[in-house]
């Protein structure tokens, strides 16, 4: 969604890039260009006058006229005040002291509330709660229907006592269903309310009367991330007319511009507490202003990275991989079905490309990431799966036939499958050097910065080699050298930490040594 102001901001950036000092005239170029990105991504005009203010004032001050790097520092002010107009930090949902906590949803018709209900259901089933998803939105056709579908995709309770289109109370049901979940044992209670397709006095009445009936922990306003200026004019006439508590963005996924997610905070002083960022129901997380600020400016969003990797990935899986890419026959143990598993996990954190997008630097290849045809990873599973167990134990026996086999199979090339076992030998050989400690040369004993077994051979055959020369007289000279270094060390102490005079005596050279002493 925001990939045409952080190209914007990107270009901003990268004119400042090698000055030593700013100029008054640097700093006014640069907010100009800002300025004319926010508003190209449709921010509302009072919340760019705003933030333009501020980012001057900061960058003709000390701070970036001290900074050794001023480029970096202004970079850093921005990054600082889109955090702040995004809301600060992260804000949490407050839970009852007495369950349920009731969460009511309000919003215009079409800005997925029913959906984002389920989303939310899910998100609150994996941090422990029991929640139960209440259908008031009684006049929209199949909206009732629609909220049991989404509650049994999610795996939480419904509570739906009238068929709706039209007919039942709306307020009856909301207050019904909280001795409902009491009985019941639910936690959370999530009301899903009725939209209009703009604002009206029947809305706001319907609305106003579900809040006071049920008395809400939160009252959360959806609104349509695509929907640009005209979200926040909304939002200001929901705050006015029946109030909410914090703010949820859907379909952040979408192409539009973004303006919603940087004014709507800012403008109704009610902080975004949700995003849903995709159609499937585990696509909903809470918002975090300093991540959003983070991927906006091209730095990625590890944290969020990490969080689904440890969601998806289990500790005693991993432990289990890791010791196979660090055992004796280096990484030989870890095969095509544990490559697959690896896989697997990964797609289950969600789309490849998003997943890489979090990635810091990757806004310089965004076109490729958005080009990467996710059907691959099928592809790669196919070809797995159409192996044999020993094929898939052991990738050095597929010869040409077995090849030809495994791509009929599956339905690819004889080449897709080729490619594919040299990059499960080559992504095999990385992760167990990775694991061993593999990566800089020269620092054996450091985890993640040794040479590992490998490069130490590697440097001993090269120092071998070093000792014969191909002239015989040069040959013989450095023979003699050797022997007078090995007569000065048998005088000082004994080579091999022996002490001196004992050299010989009760200690026995390797057979490849021996070769190198005369």
Not at 224 to 249: C, K, P, W, Y
Not at 443 to 459: R, S
Request: hydrophobic share 40%.
């Amino acid at each position: 969604m925001f990939d045409t102001l952080s190209d914007r901001l990107a270009a901003t950036f990268k004119n400042l890039r090698g000055k030593g000092r700013l100029s008054e005239a640097d700093i006014d170029a640069t907010a100009r260009e800002i300025r004319i990105a926010l508003l190209e991504a449709d921010v509302a005009l009072p919340v760019v006058r705003a933030f333009i203010k501020q980012v001057k004032e900061r960058a003709a001050g000390a701070e970036v006229s001290q900074a050794l790097n001023p480029a970096q520092q202004v970079i850093k002010i921005v990054n600082e005040e889109l955090v702040s107009i995004l809301g600060g930090e992260t804000r949490r949902l407050r839970f009852a002291k007495n369950p349920p906590t009731v969460i009511m949803l309000a919003g215009l018709q079409g800005a997925g509330k029913t959906t984002l209900a389920g989303k939310l259901g899910l998100w609150l089933k994996g941090q422990g709660h029991s929640p139960l998803l209440v259908a008031c939105d009684l006049q929209r056709p199949n909206a009732v229907n629609q909220l049991s579908v989404v509650a049994e995709r999610a795996g939480v309770g419904v509570y739906a006592p009238q068929p709706g289109n039209g007919v039942g109370d709306p307020v009856a049901v909301a207050k019904d269903s909280i001795e409902f979940a009491k009985t019941k044992q639910y936690d959370v209670v999530i009301v899903d309310t009725a939209g209009r397709l703009g604002i009206d006095q029947e809305l706001m009445r319907q609305a106003a009367d579900i809040r006071d009936a049920v008395s809400p922990d939160e009252v959360l306003f959806v609104v349509d991330a695509m929907i640009g200026q005209d979200a926040v004019n909304t939002a200001e006439s929901f705050r006015d007319g029946v109030g909410f508590d914090g703010v949820v963005l859907s379909k952040l996924d979408g192409d539009a511009r973004g303006g919603a997610a940087l004014s709507i905070a800012q403008v109704t002083g009610r902080q975004i507490m949700f995003a849903s960022n995709g159609e499937k129901l585990d696509d909903f997380d809470a918002f975090h202003p300093d991540r959003m600020a983070s991927r906006i400016l091209g730095m990625g969003d590890m944290l969020t990275l990490i969080e689904k990797a440890e969601q998806t990935f289990s500790q005693q899986e991993a432990e289990k991989m890791a010791a196979k890419l660090q055992g004796s026959k280096g990484g030989k143990d870890f095969t095509l079905d544990d490559f697959l598993a690896q896989m697997e996990q990964v797609r289950k954190m969600g789309s490849i490309s998003k997943l890489l997008g979090m990635m810091p630097g990757m806004g310089q290849i965004k076109d490729q990431i958005n080009n990467l045809d996710e059907r691959d990873v099928d592809r790669t599973a196919a070809i797995i799966k159409s192996m044999t167990p020993a094929e898939r134990a052991g990738a050095a026996i597929i010869n040409g036939s077995r090849r030809a086999r495994i791509a009929k199979g599956s339905g690819v090339e004889v080449s897709a499958v080729k490619n594919l076992v040299e990059r499960f030998f080559e992504a095999r050989k990385m992760m167990s050097r990775m694991a061993q400690g593999g990566g800089m040369p020269g620092m054996p004993g450091m985890p993640g910065m040794g040479g590992g077994p490998g490069k130490q051979k590697k440097k001993q055959k090269q120092a071998k080699g070093k000792r014969k020369s191909g002239n015989p007289m040069k040959r013989k000279q450095e023979e003699q050298e050797a022997a007078a270094r090995r007569e000065q060390a048998g005088q000082e102490g004994g080579a091999f930490g022996l002490p001196a005079g004992q050299q010989g005596q009760n200690f026995e050279l390797p057979d490849e040594f021996k070769k190198f002493m005369g």
